[in-house]
């Protein structure tokens, strides 16, 4: 009797009849109102009374009767009937509980009694002879079963506010009328705001949740589901939601023989539930397996599969991962358990892992982690279909199959190596070593047209040699080893036959069955090719491409795989300077790890230093503080006290390695390096032990070095230790072989410490300074170094008497200087025995000291000067006090001394007329006319350099001949054109030169320079130095480019420069021969375009040239038709029209993932209107600015004859291609010119179809026999459905057939075409809905086997067991009779069509 007493609070003989059966008619689906009174005293129902019933019930349960005997299993049927207990009132009664608990308002305690009755259902319905009493119904029995995705509150401890919403939602807009609103609307508001759940709420929630999955588990023991497939796929479901439950701590154990009540987690009863659902007893085992690994793999996936659309991800947490290391581990216990039974939804589960994984790296990762767990139970056999299935994956249309595939290759390499002996079919032994995953599936998507899958393979690469595997190493040695191992590359782009309907937008489950994908063969390459190819990807046009490139060279290097050469490391230092930010970055991260690998290789100290030095003035912050952090590291850190018992260790000696290059090699670098100084001491870097510490090193080896750092950190901390410089001054004058520069940084740091010497000492140091200039032994450099000391050691705060100083000292040099010059010019054999070294150094510390006292210079040593570049003596000797009238050098005698000498000797007489404005003004024109007419190149370099120098200081006056200066643009000599180069974007920097005259044109003609390097420099020059400088630069001269480059001086406002006739032709571009040259001057300029400027310049173009030839302002005569004919050429540009018009939408759409981005959609959707905008305004001007100019101008042409009506034709079929179906609209005022448009279009049309027919024949005149993978896309596939019980293994691998590349024709019709996608072959006879026509290129009688993989298990849909119409694949095999001989392909040539035709 205490099952009757536990039943007394559901008040059974209170609640009405017609209650109970209105809601049996309803389905349960919906809750029937109740009598109040009754509806009240169920509700005061509390948990104890519920779990007492529970407890009464559980004795009559099924799996209680092995345990108590005692109790019949039928007692409780027949309690009830004694009774007088309806089990159809206690069912309604308990629904009533349950529905009430859906509710999303529901309080905790209905939630909890909602549960409670949930359970009790459950449990009456596993005892036995439920059925019999008519206990079951199948939609209360889901209903219960899910419903703790109901109860369980997702938003848990939050309170719901609409306040805050709606504040945002309205503020800044007008108000709205209010809606009226219901009072039940008001009451469901009210309540839903009050909702809230305390811990102790969620607690007795999720033990109400705890005791229904404990039920659904005896169920399940006891219930069977073999006759309700519905009622499994739901459980299925159901438990897969509750692994995320809650977080099971501890590893859980599923090979141990489970007992419910020792179940402490609500995911551990999940996994249980889904190992009990797999029994025999629920069904075909092998549909159960189905559809636990269905539900599993979005646990392994980390996405969230609801009924209907696509995946979500989810917001990865640890108790995520947790949960899908959890799955992993589940699925490699059942492989382990089931063995030959499981092993084929392994391979399908891998297979959808791998095809639905998405772009995002952290999925990708934890994706390949998971197939590499997943793999590891699998056989070698097993393990080599895998592989295969995995390689011809990577070779599939979708980029983010080709993507992940590198990935799962990188985490099967870290797994020990599988031998090709435990392979049962020696035909899929050849996919087991780590060999061929490294070179067919990893190195060969750097041949990817993706560059995020290049850019990953190559990142990749660079992480195998760093894995401790052997054969791994050894793999990737034989990649790029000498020895032309013979590799696999995907010599070809291929593309898989399992695509998605992109063109749909709905989305449709992807069907769990096998993904078969076909494959293709690969290409060898030897290592040299493979080296190549590796280095190419450096200078590749995508950024991330040219950063992993960069991670596999440097890879490379350090593992020894390529040789340290030069070159290599060239290529590393110049991605330091790539135009792309993070690119320069990772360089210089790549630079320095490979130095920490190598530092004591010498050529990778010089590269490092060539890629980190120039970094310092990177125009980029980022990129200087990754530089200064860089010397930090390395350089300035290292610095510590020497000491000759002390031993450098390798990081040290790396230090002072460096320093010393920067005073040899590196000396070039010298002025960057001098940028570092400027910021550490900003810093405080340079403390008084650092500087102790930095001047032990002055008398160690590398002492050099440590005078190096010692003169650039002077500057910045002047007060030094004087006595240890005392004595290197000492040192460095007694000395004969004192190094050359060493001694310069020894005089650097005396110049910055003189303020801080007493007089003696500094008289002493002069003393010694000028003796040692008065000896003319010194080197240049020294020379220089040593004439600025003094400088430094005059300084007072006396102008005046630091400007007597240095007269009085410079005066004596100056005279030493001229004596010798007289010697050598005035004495007739002077020139015979002349001491080329001592005459240069003579010149040199005149010109150097002239700097600093130029009173001292005399007309008399000018004039000497200049007689070292020609000879007139006569003059000198009758007048020797005056200086005779300048003329141009080539009116005097040239003279025997040798070009070094008279180098030397334009530098100095420069330095001079820095001092002097009146020789600025007397040389400027010799200067001028030598660089005309001399022909030395040393001399006319020097030149260059002076005038420009000059230009800083005398702008005005040396203005007048910059295009002189800028002729040099187009010298004979390769360096001198550099040098002005470099020289005249210096003075346009400053502003010191302006674009003016014919300059701008000068610079586009250096565009085109035949020696690469140069032309590269002048667009480095315009585009990074100049153009964001002056923005409107390019389109402010690009009209006149047409008139300059041509020689055509007609037109009123064009082309006007003053010009010599050789400056002229120098510069011209006239002719066809130079066609190519001026075309790539116009596609540059129209590249860096904005489409303003291009709508502008459209506008422009019309007004002032077409406008110029129709009103025949300018003649129609040969001339003028070679612009005219120009002019429509470069309208006809791909370049010329508006990127928002000629961007193509989804451009990157090969590159992008299935996943939608909102960002991305809302930008496309503004481009979009933008376009729309953009073409209506273009279309405006067009039809009224173009067109009655090219009506006007067609009709003058036809009257003239001019062979620029064809170039006006061409421009019209281009341009009308945009408008193809607006022509009549646009020239409806000419009908004649509107006709032939029309036809040039159709035309046009025509042979574009002839050309794509044309792309679809293969012709093969060799005799072999073509084998085609046909692949049929974008078209929907009857599937034939497949009944839930027939599976099998998967079906053998077919073998590998060579993909058919259809080639394409290059088309050049006066305009650029991107290549079109390989057309997809339509087969006769195939299950197409489409059609039946045979491509052109289809071979009459071929029969071509089509058939669907039937033997493989398939998913159905989740809704019940209907099938979902996807797409399959198709698989095209070759007739095996007909292989012996080649097809007959029934292609016929248009001309002979034609030909046939006027017969």
């Given at each position: 009797?205490?099952?009757?007493?536990?039943?007394?609070?559901?008040?059974?003989?209170?609640?009405?009849?017609?209650?109970?059966?209105?809601?049996?008619?309803?389905?349960?689906?919906?809750?029937?109102?109740?009598?109040?009174?009754?509806?009240?005293?169920?509700?005061?129902?509390?948990?104890?009374?519920?779990?007492?019933?529970?407890?009464?019930?559980?004795?009559?349960?099924?799996?209680?009767?092995?345990?108590?005997?005692?109790?019949?299993?039928?007692?409780?049927?027949?309690?009830?009937?004694?009774?007088?207990?309806?089990?159809?009132?206690?069912?309604?009664?308990?629904?009533?509980?349950?529905?009430?608990?859906?509710?999303?308002?529901?309080?905790?305690?209905?939630?909890?009694?909602?549960?409670?009755?949930?359970?009790?259902?459950?449990?009456?319905?596993?005892?036995?002879?439920?059925?019999?009493?008519?206990?079951?119904?199948?939609?209360?029995?889901?209903?219960?079963?899910?419903?703790?995705?109901?109860?369980?509150?997702?938003?848990?401890?939050?309170?719901?506010?609409?306040?805050?919403?709606?504040?945002?939602?309205?503020?800044?807009?007008?108000?709205?009328?209010?809606?009226?609103?219901?009072?039940?609307?008001?009451?469901?508001?009210?309540?839903?705001?009050?909702?809230?759940?305390?811990?102790?709420?969620?607690?007795?929630?999720?033990?109400?949740?705890?005791?229904?999955?404990?039920?659904?588990?005896?169920?399940?023991?006891?219930?069977?589901?073999?006759?309700?497939?519905?009622?499994?796929?739901?459980?299925?479901?159901?438990?897969?939601?509750?692994?995320?439950?809650?977080?099971?701590?501890?590893?859980?154990?599923?090979?141990?023989?489970?007992?419910?009540?020792?179940?402490?987690s609500v995911p551990e009863m999940a996994f249980y539930g889904l190992q009990l659902l797999c029994s025999p007893k629920h069904g075909n085992q092998r549909e159960s397996l189905r559809r636990v690994f269905h539900c599993l793999l979005y646990v392994i996936l980390m996405m969230n599969k609801g009924n209907r659309g696509k995946p979500s991800l989810l917001i990865l947490s640890q108790a995520i991962l947790?949960?899908?290391?959890?799955?992993?581990?589940?699925?490699?216990?059942?492989?382990?358990?089931?063995?030959?039974?499981?092993?084929?939804?392994?391979?399908?589960?891998?297979?959808?892992?791998?095809?639905?994984?998405?772009?995002?790296s952290e999925f990708r990762i934890h994706g390949a982690q998971a197939v590499g767990m997943l793999t590891s139970e699998m056989t070698s056999t097993d393990y080599a279909v895998f592989i295969k299935w995995l390689f011809n994956l990577s070779r599939h249309s979708k980029m983010v199959c080709r993507l992940f595939s590198v990935d799962v290759v990188m985490v099967l390499l870290e797994q020990p190596e599988?031998?090709?002996?435990?392979?049962?079919?020696?035909?899929?032994?050849?996919?087991?070593?780590?060999?061929f995953m490294i070179q067919s599936m990893l190195f060969a998507q750097q041949m990817d047209e993706s560059p995020t899958v290049q850019g990953h393979a190559l990142s990749c690469l660079a992480q195998c040699l760093d894995l401790p595997s052997l054969n791994v190493s050894r793999a990737v040695h034989n990649l790029f080893s000498a020895t032309g191992t013979q590799t696999l590359l995907d010599g070809e782009?291929?593309?898989?036959?399992?695509?998605?309907?992109?063109?749909?937008?709905?989305?449709?489950?992807?069907?769990?069955?096998?993904?078969?994908?076909?494959?293709?063969?690969?290409?060898?390459?030897?290592?040299?090719?493979?080296?190549?190819?590796?280095?190419?990807?450096?200078?590749?046009?995508?950024?991330?491409?040219?950063?992993?490139?960069?991670?596999?060279?440097?890879?490379?290097?350090?593992?020894?795989?390529?040789?340290?050469?030069?070159?290599?490391?060239?290529?590393?230092?110049?991605?330091?300077?790539?135009?792309?930010?993070?690119?320069?970055?990772?360089?210089?991260?790549?630079?320095?790890?490979?130095?920490?690998?190598?530092?004591?290789?010498?050529?990778?100290?010089?590269?490092?230093?060539?890629?980190?030095?120039?970094?310092?003035?990177?125009?980029?912050?980022?990129?200087?503080?990754?530089?200064?952090?860089?010397?930090?590291?390395?350089?300035?850190?290292?610095?510590?006290?020497?000491?000759?018992?002390?031993?450098?260790?390798?990081?040290?000696?790396?230090?002072?390695?460096?320093?010393?290059?920067?005073?040899?090699?590196?000396?070039?670098?010298?002025?960057?390096?001098?940028?570092?100084?400027?910021?550490?001491?900003?810093?405080?870097?340079?403390?008084?032990?650092?500087?102790?510490?930095?001047?032990?090193?002055?008398?160690?080896?590398?002492?050099?070095?440590?005078?190096?750092?010692?003169?650039?950190?002077?500057?910045?901390?002047?007060?030094?230790?004087?006595?240890?410089?005392?004595?290197?001054?000492?040192?460095?004058?007694?000395?004969?072989?004192?190094?050359?520069?060493?001694?310069?940084?020894?005089?650097?740091?005396?110049?910055?410490?003189?303020?801080?010497?007493?007089?003696?000492?500094?008289?002493?140091?002069?003393?010694?300074?000028?003796?040692?200039?008065?000896?003319?032994?010194?080197?240049?450099?020294?020379?220089?170094?040593?004439?600025?000391?003094?400088?430094?050691?005059?300084?007072?705060?006396?102008?005046?008497?630091?400007?007597?100083?240095?007269?009085?000292?410079?005066?004596?040099?100056?005279?030493?200087?001229?004596?010798?010059?007289?010697?050598?010019?005035?004495?007739?054999?002077?020139?015979?025995?002349?001491?080329?070294?001592?005459?240069?150094?003579?010149?040199?510390?005149?010109?150097?000291?002239?700097?600093?006292?130029?009173?001292?210079?005399?007309?008399?040593?000018?004039?000497?000067?200049?007689?070292?570049?020609?000879?007139?003596?006569?003059?000198?000797?009758?007048?020797?006090?005056?200086?005779?009238?300048?003329?141009?050098?080539?009116?005097?005698?040239?003279?025997?001394?040798?070009?070094?000498?008279?180098?030397?000797?334009?530098?100095?007489?420069?330095?001079?007329?820095?001092?002097?404005?009146?020789?600025?003004?007397?040389?400027?024109?010799?200067?001028?006319?030598?660089?005309?007419?001399?022909?030395?190149?040393?001399?006319?370099?020097?030149?260059?350099?002076?005038?420009?120098?000059?230009?800083?200081?005398?702008?005005?006056?040396?203005?007048?001949?910059?295009?002189?200066?800028?002729?040099?643009?187009?010298?004979?000599?390769?360096?001198?054109?550099?040098?002005?180069?470099?020289?005249?974007?210096?003075?346009?920097?400053?502003?010191?030169?302006?674009?003016?005259?014919?300059?701008?044109?000068?610079?586009?003609?250096?565009?085109?320079?035949?020696?690469?390097?140069?032309?590269?420099?002048?667009?480095?020059?315009?585009?990074?130095?100049?153009?964001?400088?002056?923005?409107?630069?390019?389109?402010?001269?690009?009209?006149?480019?047409?008139?300059?480059?041509?020689?055509?001086?007609?037109?009123?406002?064009?082309?006007?420069?003053?010009?010599?006739?050789?400056?002229?032709?120098?510069?011209?571009?006239?002719?066809?021969?130079?066609?190519?040259?001026?075309?790539?001057?116009?596609?540059?300029?129209?590249?860096?375009?904005?489409?303003?400027?291009?709508?502008?310049?459209?506008?422009?173009?019309?007004?002032?040239?077409?406008?110029?030839?129709?009103?025949?302002?300018?003649?129609?005569?040969?001339?003028?038709?070679?612009?005219?004919?120009?002019?429509?050429?470069?309208?006809?540009?791909?370049?010329?029209?508006?990127?928002?018009?000629?961007?193509?939408?989804?451009?990157?759409?090969?590159?992008?993932?299935?996943?939608?981005?909102?960002?991305?959609?809302?930008?496309?959707?503004?481009?979009?209107?933008?376009?729309?905008?953009?073409?209506?305004?273009?279309?405006?001007?067009?039809?009224?600015?173009?067109?009655?100019?090219?009506?006007?101008?067609?009709?003058?042409?036809?009257?003239?004859?001019?062979?620029?009506?064809?170039?006006?034709?061409?421009?019209?079929?281009?341009?009308?291609?945009?408008?193809?179906?607006?022509?009549?609209?646009?020239?409806?005022?000419?009908?004649?010119?509107?006709?032939?448009?029309?036809?040039?279009?159709?035309?046009?049309?025509?042979?574009?179809?002839?050309?794509?027919?044309?792309?679809?024949?293969?012709?093969?005149?060799?005799?072999?026999?073509?084998?085609?993978?046909?692949?049929?896309?974008?078209?929907?596939?009857?599937?034939?459905?497949?009944?839930?019980?027939?599976?099998?293994?998967?079906?053998?691998?077919?073998?590998?057939?060579?993909?058919?590349?259809?080639?394409?024709?290059?088309?050049?019709?006066?305009?650029?075409?991107?290549?079109?996608?390989?057309?997809?072959?339509?087969?006769?006879?195939?299950?197409?809905?489409?059609?039946?026509?045979?491509?052109?290129?289809?071979?009459?009688?071929?029969?071509?086997?089509?058939?669907?993989?039937?033997?493989?298990?398939?998913?159905?849909?989740?809704?019940?067991?209907?099938?979902?119409?996807?797409?399959?694949?198709?698989?095209?095999?070759?007739?095996?009779?007909?292989?012996?001989?080649?097809?007959?392909?029934?292609?016929?040539?248009?001309?002979?069509?034609?030909?046939?035709?006027?017969?």
């Open positions: 009797m205490e099952l009757i007493s536990a039943l007394k609070f559901l008040k059974l003989h209170q609640v009405p009849e017609a209650w109970v059966d209105a809601v049996w008619n309803s389905e349960f689906t919906e809750r029937e109102p109740l009598d109040d009174t009754i509806e009240e005293q169920l509700t005061a129902s509390v948990d104890e009374a519920f779990q007492n019933l529970y407890e009464c019930l559980l004795t009559y349960h099924g799996d209680r009767q092995s345990v108590s005997r005692d109790v019949p299993s039928q007692n409780i049927w027949a309690i009830l009937v004694e009774n007088g207990v309806s089990v159809k009132s206690l069912v309604a009664v308990l629904s009533f509980f349950v529905l009430r608990g859906k509710d999303k308002v529901a309080d905790t305690q209905q939630r909890v009694s909602s549960l409670h009755a949930s359970s009790l259902y459950l449990l009456l319905l596993g005892i036995p002879g439920s059925i019999a009493n008519k206990v079951f119904h199948e939609v209360l029995l889901d209903t219960c079963s899910d419903l703790s995705s109901h109860c369980w509150p997702h938003d848990s401890g939050k309170k719901r506010k609409k306040d805050g919403l709606k504040t945002s939602q309205t503020e800044g807009k007008r108000s709205k009328p209010q809606q009226k609103v219901t009072p039940d609307m008001e009451v469901d508001e009210e309540e839903e705001e009050e909702l809230y759940f305390s811990g102790v709420d969620l607690l007795k929630i999720r033990d109400a949740v705890f005791l229904l999955v404990q039920t659904i588990l005896r169920l399940l023991q006891t219930f069977p589901l073999k006759d309700r497939p519905q009622s499994a796929s739901n459980y299925t479901q159901i438990f897969s939601k509750l692994l995320y439950f809650e977080p099971v701590l501890g590893h859980l154990n599923f090979a141990a023989v489970q007992d419910i009540t020792k179940l402490r947790s949960t899908r290391d959890q799955a992993i581990h589940f699925v490699c216990h059942f492989v382990d358990e089931l063995k030959q039974v499981a092993l084929p939804f392994l391979h399908i589960l891998l297979q959808h892992i791998c095809f639905q994984m998405v772009e995002k599988r031998r090709p002996g435990e392979c049962n079919d020696p035909d899929l032994a050849c996919f087991l070593p780590h060999k782009t291929t593309e898989g036959c399992v695509t998605s309907q992109q063109t749909q937008k709905t989305y449709h489950t992807l069907p769990f069955r096998t993904v078969d994908i076909s494959s293709t063969e690969s290409f060898g390459c030897d290592a040299r090719q493979n080296t190549t190819l590796l280095l190419l990807r450096l200078k590749d046009s995508k950024i991330n491409v040219r950063k992993s490139a960069l991670q596999a060279l440097v890879s490379l290097l350090k593992h020894a795989v390529i040789p340290m050469s030069w070159e290599n490391l060239d290529l590393l230092s110049e991605r330091c300077r790539d135009p792309a930010v993070s690119v320069r970055k990772k360089a210089l991260q790549c630079m320095g790890d490979l130095l920490v690998a190598k530092p004591e290789c010498s050529m990778v100290q010089k590269a490092w230093l060539q890629g980190v030095m120039p970094a310092l003035a990177d125009s980029e912050n980022s990129v200087q503080d990754k530089a200064m952090e860089a010397l930090d590291q390395l350089v300035l850190s290292n610095v510590k006290p020497y000491s000759t018992s002390c031993h450098l260790d390798i990081s040290k000696k790396l230090t002072w390695d460096l320093l010393c290059l920067l005073c040899h090699e590196c000396q070039n670098l010298s002025p960057y390096f001098s940028r570092a100084f400027t910021i550490w001491s900003k810093q405080d870097k340079f403390t008084s032990t650092f500087i102790t510490n930095l001047i032990s090193h002055t008398k160690a080896d590398h002492a050099e070095g440590a005078w190096l750092f010692l003169s650039k950190a002077v500057v910045s901390s002047p007060r030094l230790p004087c006595g240890k410089i005392l004595e290197a001054w000492d040192n460095m004058f007694s000395s004969k072989d004192a190094n050359v520069t060493t001694c310069c940084h020894i005089l650097s740091v005396i110049g910055n410490i003189a303020a801080y010497l007493n007089e003696d000492t500094k008289d002493r140091m002069v003393d010694d300074l000028m003796s040692w200039l008065k000896t003319f032994n010194m080197a240049l450099e020294l020379i220089s170094a040593a004439v600025e000391t003094l400088y430094q050691l005059s300084r007072s705060d006396d102008i005046r008497q630091t400007q007597a100083f240095l007269n009085q000292h410079g005066s004596e040099l100056v005279s030493l200087c001229e004596g010798y010059l007289s010697s050598v010019i005035l004495n007739e054999k002077g020139a015979q025995n002349l001491n080329v070294e001592l005459m240069v150094k003579h010149l040199h510390t005149l010109g150097v000291v002239s700097l600093h006292c130029p009173a001292e210079v005399g007309k008399r040593t000018v004039l000497l000067v200049e007689s070292v570049l020609t000879i007139h003596s006569d003059k000198l000797a009758e007048c020797p006090e005056e200086l005779p009238a300048s003329l141009p050098l080539s009116q005097f005698k040239e003279n025997s001394l040798p070009s070094r000498v008279k180098a030397h000797a334009v530098i100095t007489l420069g330095k001079l007329c820095l001092q002097h404005k009146e020789l600025v003004q007397k040389y400027l024109p010799v200067f001028a006319r030598e660089l005309e007419v001399g022909t030395e190149v040393a001399v006319r370099n020097n030149l260059v350099v002076i005038m420009c120098d000059l230009c800083v200081r005398y702008t005005t006056i040396v203005d007048h001949y910059i295009p002189n200066i800028s002729a040099c643009l187009r010298d004979n000599e390769a360096v001198i054109r550099e040098q002005t180069l470099i020289m005249l974007t210096n003075l346009l920097q400053e502003d010191f030169v302006k674009w003016k005259g014919s300059l701008f044109f000068r610079f586009m003609v250096v565009l085109v320079d035949p020696v690469p390097v140069i032309a590269s420099l002048c667009e480095y020059c315009l585009l990074h130095l100049l153009l964001k400088k002056n923005p409107e630069m390019f389109s402010q001269h690009f009209i006149e480019c047409i008139f300059f480059f041509n020689s055509y001086t007609k037109h009123k406002s064009y082309n006007k420069f003053p010009q010599s006739e050789s400056e002229q032709l120098q510069f011209s571009l006239k002719g066809v021969q130079d066609r190519e040259k001026r075309f790539q001057i116009y596609r540059f300029l129209l590249e860096h375009f904005t489409d303003a400027q291009r709508f502008q310049i459209t506008n422009k173009i019309s007004q002032t040239v077409l406008a110029c030839f129709v009103d025949e302002e300018l003649p129609l005569d040969a001339d003028g038709a070679v612009i005219l004919s120009e002019t429509f050429n470069i309208l006809s540009l791909k370049e010329m029209k508006l990127q928002a018009i000629s961007a193509p939408p989804g451009a990157m759409a090969g590159e992008e993932t299935e996943e939608e981005n909102m960002a991305t959609m809302a930008k496309a959707a503004l481009q979009a209107a933008q376009k729309k905008v953009v073409s209506q305004v273009q279309k405006k001007a067009f039809i009224e600015n173009t067109v009655p100019l090219i009506i006007s101008l067609k009709n003058l042409l036809e009257q003239k004859r001019s062979p620029a009506l064809r170039d006006l034709m061409t421009y019209l079929q281009v341009t009308m291609q945009d408008y193809r179906n607006e022509v009549k609209d646009f020239f409806s005022g000419d009908e004649q010119l509107m006709a032939e448009v029309e036809f040039a279009l159709r035309t046009a049309e025509k042979e574009r179809e002839m050309e794509e027919q044309m792309e679809t024949c293969t012709l093969t005149g060799d005799g072999k026999t073509p084998l085609a993978q046909v692949s049929v896309q974008d078209y929907p596939i009857r599937c034939r459905p497949l009944l839930p019980g027939s599976f099998a293994t998967p079906q053998p691998p077919r073998p590998n057939f060579l993909s058919l590349r259809l080639s394409q024709t290059v088309r050049r019709t006066n305009r650029s075409r991107k290549e079109e996608h390989v057309k997809l072959i339509t087969l006769e006879g195939t299950v197409i809905p489409q059609g039946d026509d045979r491509a052109i290129s289809t071979p009459k009688g071929a029969t071509v086997n089509l058939t669907f993989d039937e033997g493989v298990s398939a998913i159905f849909s989740d809704q019940g067991t209907s099938l979902v119409r996807e797409t399959g694949v198709l698989h095209v095999q070759p007739n095996e009779q007909q292989a012996s001989r080649p097809r007959q392909w029934n292609v016929q040539s248009p001309l002979c069509k034609k030909k046939t035709k006027k017969i």
